[in-house]
């Protein structure tokens, strides 16, 4: 039998050969297949955000100006932060000799690469975006002119407490989505902000989800669905309304609303104590009674209380799919209201076959939580397609084995029930 040894020396050179490259080849083919299937997943997001007053910055905005397009067609979502760097440099390196780049290069740079990186990402599905302190005029407005430029764009987030400049008409002409955040000290005053924003609302009727967060009540500068709505002239298909701290009247705005699915009321200004219901504001009632009268049937809702006229808004009409109910400590008698309980979870019968993630915390023990109404527990039966569940135990370190067991049962293997998630009132977490 003939061994590989007992070849001529030119045929084992010739097979080596052969190998060498079989195995070049085999690499090559492998470092193809690993750069069509790791270059999406590397450029699919880019951060751009910087407060040191480094080169780093540059060099990658360098990168990205005179990156080919197939790079730039692979990015998929963009946060952008602070791109005025002026900070000294960390703590740790004050005591080492440093030298610190010129501000006026790095200036010089941003502005000249800046415009050429956002406009050309094209591609760009979602862009996140949070005004800092430090960020001077120039860099905002190279980055608000850039924003209504990008037509592939579907999701915006935007936080403008320190926004210091004028927001463009046409900055929401491509977004679908909108997210707005304004904290308390916004450099703006926040009337001639909303304004603004309020004016690219109007030039932006194709708008589906609209989220506005105030973050904190401000009582000179609360913020009313009727100003942001007030230039829409065309009817706006809104299916997803988030607002928090925000004045709300939905009946001038039912135009706006009819295929509205989605809806979130937090913070609403009357229920915080001590404050009265505004003219540009509808209580709870005249919220869920305008509903209910144009036959709006939402599919998702997130609330922070729980009124008679919900309870009834639930009741006449299926199809619920989630439910969100946070009762904060001054939602006054309603913690306390057995019969109200009662009735709300009643009324969720008719969405047992539809509902998939319920979620009931009260801040105060009571009659909403899991052992105090057998509605809810005849409920949590029914709802076959449930996936999440989010409930309140009133207990204490000698009743946990019982809620242990109750956990078991609403999460045994046989029912749909996979994310059952349950607080107990000692602030205990249970991880079924």
């Not at 080849?25 to 407060?51: A, E, G, M, W, Y």
């Not at 010129?102 to 200036?107: A, M």
């Not at 709300?344 to 023990?365: C, G, I, Q």
Request: aromatic share 6%.
């Amino acid at each position: 039998m003939t061994t590989f040894t007992d070849l001529a020396p030119e045929l084992v050179q010739l097979i080596g050969h052969w190998l060498i490259s079989r195995d070049l080849r085999s690499l090559r083919l492998t470092c193809q297949v690993l750069s069509h299937d790791l270059l999406p997943l590397v450029f699919q997001s880019i951060t751009l955000n910087t407060k040191q007053l480094d080169k780093d910055i540059v060099e990658r905005l360098s990168f990205l100006a005179s990156a080919p397009e197939s790079i730039l067609r692979l990015i998929r979502h963009v946060e952008l932060g602070s791109l005025s760097p002026v900070r000294l440099p960390p703590l740790d390196q004050v005591h080492k000799r440093i030298t610190l780049p010129d501000p006026l290069y790095i200036e010089h740079n941003l502005r000249k690469y800046l415009p050429i990186v956002l406009g050309s990402l094209q591609s760009t599905r979602s862009l996140k975006w949070i005004a800092h302190l430090t960020d001077q005029a120039w860099s905002q407005a190279i980055i608000v002119d850039s924003i209504g430029k990008l037509k592939n764009l579907s999701t915006l987030q935007m936080s403008l407490t320190f926004c210091v400049v004028s927001l463009p008409r046409d900055l929401l002409q491509h977004a679908t989505s909108v997210s707005v955040t304004i904290g308390r000290q916004s450099h703006i005053p926040v009337g001639d902000l909303v304004e603004e924003f309020a004016n690219c609302i109007a030039r932006a009727p194709h708008i589906t989800n609209l989220e506005f967060d105030r973050l904190v009540p401000v009582s000179d500068s609360i913020v009313s669905l009727d100003t942001l709505l007030t230039g829409s002239t065309e009817p706006m298909n809104l299916r997803r309304l988030a607002l928090n701290y925000c004045l709300v009247r939905l009946e001038p705005q039912v135009q706006h609303l009819r295929q509205l699915s989605s809806l979130k009321l937090t913070h609403l200004p009357h229920t915080r104590s001590g404050s009265q219901i505004i003219d540009a504001n509808s209580s709870y009632a005249e919220i869920w009674a305008t509903l209910e009268r144009n036959q709006i049937a939402l599919q998702e809702i997130s609330v922070d209380k729980v009124v008679p006229e919900f309870v009834t808004y639930l009741a006449g009409y299926s199809g619920l799919t989630s439910l969100e109910v946070k009762l904060p400590r001054d939602a006054g008698t309603v913690s306390n209201d057995e019969e109200l309980a009662s009735q709300f979870y009643t009324a969720l019968h008719r969405h047992s076959k539809s509902l998939k993630r319920l979620a009931v915390y009260p801040v105060d023990s009571g009659p909403w939580c899991y052992h105090s109404v057998s509605e809810l527990r005849q409920l949590i039966v029914k709802c076959n397609n449930l996936k999440s569940l989010l409930v309140v135990f009133v207990t204490d370190h000698d009743a946990l084995s019982e809620t242990k067991t109750t956990v078991f049962i609403l999460s045994r293997p046989t029912t749909k029930k996979k994310d059952v998630s349950i607080r107990c009132y000692s602030d205990q977490w249970l991880d079924v």
